[in-house]
């Protein structure tokens, strides 16, 4: 196997437009491409993949612990908070300081945790490939 980056995150949603909305219209993520049944969110890197979740199947993956956590590095987290809140947007866990930075936690609409990093300054000077670190939210 010779992997050559990650390509998307695929999240089953339960409406696709809330989601796109959410997505798009609250977090501000450009629309790359839509389909009736699938939208690629991003522009660069990884992109966020939405598409309609089964009926039938239980839904899982939001727990801190063993779910799914999207991670979204930002300038400012308490900036952020302070533009999505206002928003609507349910903050599961609020600021955490850790010695790479601080994060929060928010819920998108479908219960998915988002992970909102602000890297430290040290930290970010010494890491050399840019982007999300690894950083757990635990």
């Given at each position: 196997?010779n992997?050559k980056?990650?390509?998307?995150v695929?999240?089953?949603?339960?409406?696709l437009?809330?989601?796109?909305?959410?997505?798009?219209?609250?977090?501000?993520?450009?629309i790359?491409?839509?389909?009736?049944t699938?939208?690629?969110?991003?522009?660069?890197?990884a992109?966020?993949?939405?598409?309609?979740?089964?009926?039938?199947?239980e839904?899982?993956?939001?727990?801190?612990?063993?779910?799914?956590i999207?991670?979204?590095?930002?300038?400012?987290?308490?900036?952020?908070?302070e533009e999505?809140?206002?928003?609507?947007?349910?903050v599961?866990?609020?600021?955490?300081?850790h010695?790479?930075g601080?994060?929060a936690?928010?819920?998108?609409?479908?219960?998915?945790m988002?992970?909102?990093?602000?890297?430290?300054?040290?930290?970010?000077?010494?890491?050399?490939?840019g982007?999300y670190?690894?950083?757990?939210?635990?």
């Amino acid at each position: 196997m010779n992997i050559k980056r990650l390509g998307n995150v695929i999240l089953a949603v339960k409406d696709l437009d809330r989601s796109v909305e959410f997505y798009h219209g609250v977090i501000g993520l450009p629309i790359k491409n839509q389909r009736r049944t699938w939208v690629d969110l991003g522009t660069t890197g990884a992109l966020i993949s939405l598409h309609p979740a089964s009926l039938t199947a239980e839904h899982m993956g939001s727990s801190i612990e063993n779910g799914i956590i999207v991670g979204f590095v930002v300038g400012d987290v308490s900036s952020a908070l302070e533009e999505l809140r206002p928003k609507g947007v349910k903050v599961y866990r609020e600021i955490v300081e850790h010695e790479a930075g601080k994060n929060a936690i928010i819920l998108d609409p479908d219960s998915y945790m988002i992970s909102l990093f602000e890297p430290s300054f040290k930290e970010a000077t010494r890491q050399s490939g840019g982007g999300y670190q690894g950083f757990t939210p635990a």
